[in-house]
Every structure is written in C-alpha cells, then in structure tokens.
C-alpha cells in the first residue's frame, strides 16, 4: 500500500529512583526481545534529564512511535513529559510481577504506578494510548505494542495529510458538508478547488504519452469484466490527473486524500463517470470520497492507516426484501430482517473486493442524462457484488453545531446475491435497526459510511478516542438501551 507511513517503534523504560533500576532494564529487555522488532533505548529513565536523553536517542534513531514501559512503579513527571517532548503517538504500559518467589526486591508496583501516570497525563492535558489492561508479562506487553502499530499508523497518518477537494457538493446534498474547522483542529490540511480547476488539469493532460500504459493497466486488471474499453482512454486521462495533482500539490504533506465532486454536471463536461478511477486510487490506498464527501474521506483514510487494506465508502442504501431474506438469510446466519441492509455505491470500491467486477455504465444518472440514447457520458463505473466476510462499519463526522462525533460498528457482507446493481452487498450488522434509529438518524449522520473489511473496531475506537472524539457511538446489544430509547419498545 502506498499513501500510508511506515511505523517505527521505540521502548523507553522508566522507574523510580527508589526502586531498582536493573529491574525495569531487564523487564525492559525481555519485552524488547518478545516484540523483536522495535528499537529499545538504553536510557533508564530516572528523572527529566533522563527523559531528555532517552527521547533524544528514539529521535536519532528514527522512532516516529513510542512505547512507555513502567519496569516498575516509575517516576510520575518525567514518564508523562516524555508524551510532551516526543513528537509522534505514544502508548504507555506496565510491568506484571513475575513470581512470589520474588516478591520482595523482585517486586516493582507498576500496577500502582500506572494509576499515578494516568492521573499526571489528564491533569497535563497530554494524550496517550493506554491499553484496554495495560498491566502484563514481557510477551503480554509485547503484544499491546503490535496492537499499537495499526492505531499509531493511523495518527500519523492523519499529522501528515491533505485532504484534496473539487466541488461544490451536488444540490441537495447538504448531508454531506463539511465543517473545515474541525478537520483542520485534527492536523489534517485542506485544500478545496473549484470543479472548473479540475477540468481545467484534466484537458492539459489530453494526448499525455502515459495514456496508453496507464489504459493496459486498466485492461488487465478489468480481464473479461472489460465491456466498455473505449472509454478506458479518458478514464486514464484522469486518473493521471489525480495523481499528478497529488504530486504538484501536496507541498508539506506526505499523504492525500480526495474529496470530489462526480455528479452532475461532471459526466456532461467530463464525457464519463469517474468511479473506476476512484476504485483504483481506493485500491492504492488513496481513497477518493464520492459527492465531495470531507469526512468520508478522512474516515476511509483512518480505515485504510488502521488495516493496511483498501477500504471503501457505501451509501446505507436499502432494505433487504422480505423474499430475499426468507429464501436466504432465514436459518442460514443469525440475523433479523431489520439487522440486514444493503450498502451501495455507483462504482468506487476497488475490485479486489468485488465478485466478477466489471466495467457498466451508471443506470441512476443515465436515467436523466442519457435517457434515449446508448451510454455514452455514463459510462464508468465498476459493479459488482461486494465479496462476503467480515466488516467494519465507521464515520467520523463534523457536527452541524460544531466539534466531532463517530460510530463504528461490526458485521459482516453476507454471501448472498444482491440481485441489484453497482459496487452492492447485503450487510448484517447485530441490532442494526436500533443502530440505524438511535444513532445514524438521531445523531444526524449521513449517508455515507466508510467500510473497512475486517473487524477493525478496536483499532478505529482507540483512534478517535486518541483523537479526543467524546461520543463515540456503535451498536449497542439489546440488554443495553440507548439514551431516550423508548423501554416499551
């Protein structure tokens, strides 16, 4: 995957000057060989100019990411200020006491410890990964840290983008504003261009020597689903658009993502629809949102850092029919009717997560821009249905009266025929109607949910919480209400 950075974690141990410092070294060391891949810092942190030193030497040695490691109870300022003085994410952890054969100089009381440095971290208002339990043996401790990986991607991820826009919005899609203030308080930069900079780049880029490489590409990878390869070239054309775009101006930034307009006006002046090529940008790990969709967007990238995989965006588009169900989901998977529903989207989701993908044109738009005639303007799109298997359902969103608000939930794509058209599947997500009522519409969410496939939950949770999203929401179990659910229902 490209467009995503790569972590390199550092350990720093630290303790307390009354207790033994070797202790914290050698559980330092046992945790470091249990990982066998990260960088552990000599330093033994004792006190501030410890804490200088040891972050010092992470710095020299590459480490954008950090462990904190309590060998035993720690010392409580200058363990929190290494969260301060390094710049990137930083988890913290604790030692478990090994045996009761060695409780008395063998004992380090980072379980104490830990209390103390959560404290110090909120009242200095610094931000820290903390593990679900973060107390544990060398390979426990070990495991929490790959568990931070995905989450600290994520982080820097999000320190290091731009998020790229062309609109406006269609009409009538407010649902899918975007209030920039927030976004650019998370450390994302934006750059929003009009839709006539777009085409502008896209004519100069006519008759590009690349065309043809770029159209083969696009040839082997469609295979038989090929139907409409006379619009292949103009679908090149602006894919190469994109990217250059990207590399012209991303200036500070590392990574991108694209927020664009598709519709209506696009097919009339374009002469196709930009799906395939979001599909494949997507695919990449450059995720290009649909209806200049900000936030969907971010959310797809945050998907895309956490699980090194091509991520999608599905509009939360229908109900699965009552004859559909009965005939296949009913006795077969444990879900109700009203946990099932179909996530679409005209053509972006890449193809390796589609069945039988294959180039059409799009029917919605044809409908009104093409009615009498073969498609022509219409073309571009990539249907299929979505392979079946696990999911993670997430948005994070700008709230309307200002500040950010998220959901994620998990499911799955069942492995059945959606008898319907586009990049579609039938997704089963446990108490998705009270989900659907009590979050999606009474938090004023749109329509547009980013997908990650594979049960990512933990991961995106820990990342917006990271974030400092206060109403994080996912689908709660029946025997847990929701707030202002009716109990009588």
Request: glycine fraction near 10%.
């Amino acid at each position: 995957m490209m467009n995503i950075p790569e972590v390199k974690l550092g350990l720093i141990s630290v303790s307390r000057d009354c207790f033994p410092a070797a202790l914290s070294a050698g559980r330092r060391q046992a945790v470091a060989a249990a990982h066998g891949s990260l960088y552990e810092c000599p330093i033994t942190v004792e006190n501030e100019l410890d804490m200088l030193k040891a972050v010092a030497d992470v710095k020299a040695h590459g480490v954008n990411a950090l462990a904190v490691f309590l060998g035993n109870f720690g010392p409580e300022t200058p363990e929190t200020l290494i969260a301060r003085e390094f710049d990137g994410p930083v988890m913290f952890a604790a030692a478990a006491e090994e045996t009761g054969d060695n409780l008395i100089d063998g004992r380090g009381d980072a379980y104490c410890g830990m209390l103390n440095c959560s404290y110090n971290l909120g009242i200095r208002g610094l931000k820290a990964y903390i593990p679900p339990y973060p107390v544990g043996t060398a390979e426990e401790v070990a495991g929490m840290i790959r568990e931070f990986v995905p989450i600290a991607r994520a982080l820097l991820g999000l320190r290091g983008l731009k998020l790229i826009a062309f609109g406006p919005r269609p009409n009538d899609f407010l649902a899918c504003n975007a209030p920039i203030q927030s976004i650019l308080a998370l450390g994302v930069e934006v750059q929003e261009n009009s839709e006539l900079d777009l085409l502008v780049a896209f004519k100069k880029h006519e008759n590009d020597k690349r065309i043809p490489e770029v159209v083969a590409d696009m040839a082997a990878e469609l295979g038989d689903g090929n139907r409409m390869s006379g619009i292949l070239p103009k679908l090149a054309q602006y894919e190469l658009t994109l990217l250059d775009w990207m590399e012209e101006t991303r200036g500070s930034r590392s990574f991108v993502a694209f927020a664009n307009k598709c519709w209506p006006a696009f097919q009339t002046e374009f002469g196709f629809v930009p799906c395939y090529v979001n599909s494949r940008l997507a695919g990449r790990g450059i995720p290009v949102s649909c209806e200049v969709d900000m936030y969907g967007a971010l959310s797809e990238y945050i998907g895309t850092c956490v699980t090194g995989e091509p991520v999608t965006l599905l509009d939360i588009n229908n109900s699965v029919p009552a004859d559909i169900y009965n005939a296949d989901i009913a006795g077969k998977y444990n879900y109700r009717l009203h946990e099932t529903f179909m996530g679409f989207h005209c053509g972006n989701t890449p193809s390796c997560r589609l069945k039988s993908a294959t180039m059409k044109h799009q029917l919605i738009m044809k409908r009104s821009l093409e009615p009498d005639s073969e498609p022509n303007i219409t073309r571009g799109t990539l249907e299929g249905d979505i392979l079946p298997g696990e999911i993670t359902f997430y948005r994070l969103q700008g709230a309307a009266e200002g500040g950010l608000r998220a959901y994620v939930a998990e499911g799955e794509v069942l492995p059945v025929a959606t008898r319907s058209f586009g990049g579609i599947g039938i997704f089963a997500i446990p108490e998705m109607d009270r989900f659907y009522r009590h979050v999606l519409i009474a938090d004023h969410y749109p329509h547009h949910g980013a997908v990650a496939f594979g049960h990512a939950g933990k991961a995106i949770f820990e990342v917006l919480r990271y974030l400092g999203i206060e109403k994080i929401s996912y689908n709660q179990p029946k025997s847990l209400p929701y707030a202002g659910e009716n109990p009588f229902c």
